[in-house]
């Protein structure tokens, strides 16, 4: 019998963490009665995680959310039951309260909605200024315009300075969305109702609200509004659903003898997020997931992360695209969509604009007007014409920073943390899927921001069973992520720098902006510490010019297994990071050579030369070998 070394050269490969039953992950697995945790308020002041659910409000320690939870219990009325029953509705899934709004009031009371049993309800819920309180009061108020009546629709909403900003169904039957401000001492006041121009079609679905100054004075200040709805009429997108972003001024108080209690500064445009294909013919992601705005020193210019998904029936996928606010206004204040023609279609307008041009809060800035109710007639009557804009809104780049196609799961959360490493600032992508899998992927400059690698960090199970994930919240201060789906809550930590191992280089090649080499372990990495030994390369992942041990070795692992001659054996190492490869190579009795081991199912291997290859290169699956 001839024996056979095969040797192992481990320099890590893709990796699926199953986080379950590991102390990095803490789950709240529901109650019972309850389900769609969807609605979540990170208050980081008071260290709680507010949650609405089906029938209850929850307060979770953000510390650890198993601990010393609290829970109030918002049933719908008997009553409301039996009328959601009787109009048709399912009495198991849809005839309950689910929790849509959770918003703060003020110092000491959170203003919250629910769906009723599709009879919307609002009421306060007291927490206290410094007290250990968790109330909710005796007093109710209708919910119509403030929260959805189908627990199915998305709706998104923001209070401010005592106003409710919501984008909302605001019938039993779903067919009047719109866009309102309720609360507050003024008039209520909504977008133009049953007017396509305006919100199109049955599939409007409202992603989320934000306020975004212009300028540095506050008459100046916009809300801005995420959400999807139908093409309209004769918009030649080919596409049944495409994503908007929507502005309106903070300071709007409708018209005085048109639009009265309308808004009359609301605009809307495209937001696209595609990949330029052959031929001009794009792969477009049109539907809309969510929004994660990640603020700048500059609070007029956040960065705007999106999520989309595809709509095709074609092929399943999903991408992540990043806005500035530059581009945004560009489009704002570029040509208005309008229709002429034979055909009756979109073209610019390129007729003359009234002054002050419609979509220009009233202010000093601007105009000089002090009321929306001061604008002339002309201006009033064009904008309720002509509330598109022409050009839509590009990513930066003119393409996504990742895509994910051909997979068994759409991207459907996301939050971004900033994170500041050895070589720079790093954004880290949390993203939520719909199995119940978060993806944490980095995001670093090659030769500028318009060129982008994506590298993944990490993906992790984070509920019992797959389910979509439909709330993301992120701690800074307790470096924890809080994820909510139908099944319940969960939560995890930001960087787990001991799953890349025990050496320097693994370490390095990990390329995890949260995790350094100290020397003795892989651990977090704080960027005032002062510390010669510590080793981290983002950019690059370049383990031969950080970690002293490889610089004569040039590799992590060297495994030797012995085999028999003509049986088979499965070729195993164990990985510990995302970003490098493993092979295999045989060296036969009275040969010094080695030579690779390739079987059918492993894919080329790339040299060891440079890290730029190990990065860049195919990831190789696990070769089973006969020895022969």
């Not at 009265?260 to 013919?281: D, E, Q, Y």
């Amino acid at each position: 019998m001839l024996h056979h070394v095969v040797h192992c050269f481990s320099l890590l490969t893709p990796l699926f963490l199953t986080m379950l039953e590991s102390s990095n992950l803490v789950t709240f697995n529901g109650l019972a009665n309850s389900s769609s945790y969807d609605a979540f308020l990170l208050d980081e002041e008071r260290g709680r995680l507010l949650v609405g659910a089906e029938d209850h409000i929850f307060s979770f320690d953000l510390v650890n959310i198993n601990r010393e939870h609290k829970q109030i219990a918002w049933p719908a009325t008997p009553s409301k039951r039996d009328e959601c029953k009787w109009a048709g509705k399912d009495l198991g899934k849809e005839c309950s309260n689910f929790i849509r709004v959770l918003q703060p009031f003020n110092q000491t009371h959170l203003y919250i909605c629910g769906t009723g049993a599709f009879h919307p309800i609002c009421s306060f819920l007291e927490m206290g200024k410094r007290e250990n309180i968790f109330r909710l009061a005796s007093h109710f108020e209708n919910g119509r315009g403030k929260s959805p009546y189908d627990p199915k629709m998305l709706s998104a909403s923001l209070l401010i300075d005592g106003e409710l900003y919501s984008g909302t169904s605001a019938d039993f039957m779903g067919r009047d969305f719109a866009i309102f401000r309720t609360l507050g001492d003024h008039h209520p006041i909504r977008t133009e109702q049953h007017d396509s121009r305006w919100l199109n079609g049955k599939k409007r679905k409202f992603i989320g609200v934000h306020l975004i100054p212009e300028s540095d004075n506050p008459e100046d200040d916009k809300i801005f509004l995420f959400f999807k709805e139908n093409a309209m009429d004769g918009e030649h997108t080919g596409k049944a659903t495409i994503a908007r972003i929507g502005q309106l001024c903070k300071n709007d108080m409708g018209g005085h003898r048109s639009l009265v209690n309308k808004w009359t500064t609301f605009l809307k445009a495209r937001l696209m997020c595609s990949v330029p294909g052959v031929n001009g013919i794009d792969t477009h992601f049109d539907e809309l997931q969510d929004v994660f705005l990640m603020s700048s020193k500059d609070p007029k210019n956040p960065v705007i992360y999106a999520v989309f998904t595809t709509s095709s029936n074609i092929f399943k996928g999903s991408a992540v695209c990043m806005y500035n606010m530059a581009d945004i206004r560009r489009v704002f204040l570029g040509p208005y969509a309008h229709r002429d023609g034979p055909n009756y279609q979109w073209v610019p307008f390129q007729g003359r604009v009234p002054y002050p041009r419609p979509g220009t809060c009233p202010s000093k800035t601007f105009g000089g007007f002090d009321s929306t109710k001061d604008l002339p007639d002309d201006v009033i009557t064009f904008a309720r014409g002509h509330p598109a804009m022409y050009n839509p809104v590009h990513p930066i780049g003119g393409r996504p920073i990742m895509v994910r196609t051909d997979v068994d799961y759409q991207f459907s959360q996301l939050v971004v943390d900033r994170v500041e490493a050895e070589d720079g600032q790093y954004d880290v992508m949390f993203i939520g899927t719909d199995v119940g899998t978060v993806l944490k992927v980095v995001t670093i400059p090659r030769e500028s921001w318009h060129d982008l690698e994506e590298v993944v960090l990490e993906e992790m199970t984070v509920f019992r069973e797959p389910t979509p994930i439909t709330a993301m919240e992120l701690s800074t201060k307790q470096q924890q992520l809080y994820l909510g789906s139908g099944l319940g809550v969960s939560q995890m930590s930001l960087h787990r720098c001991e799953v890349y191992g025990k050496a320097c280089a693994e370490c390095c090649l990990a390329r995890d902006p949260y995790c350094a080499w100290d020397g003795s372990e892989c651990s977090r990495y704080f960027p005032t510490a002062k510390r010669r030994t510590r080793r981290q390369d983002i950019r690059n992942g370049d383990p031969l010019s950080q970690c002293s041990d490889l610089q004569h070795h040039g590799s992590v692992e060297d495994r030797g297994v012995y085999g028999v001659e003509n049986s088979s054996m499965f070729l195993e190492c164990s990985p510990k990071s995302q970003r490098a490869l493993i092979y295999w190579q045989q060296q036969k009795p009275n040969d010094d050579r080695k030579h690779e081991v390739r079987t059918a199912r492993t894919l080329p291997r790339v040299g060891l030369s440079s890290s730029r290859e190990w990065k860049n290169g195919q990831l190789p699956l696990w070769p089973s070998a006969s020895l022969t």
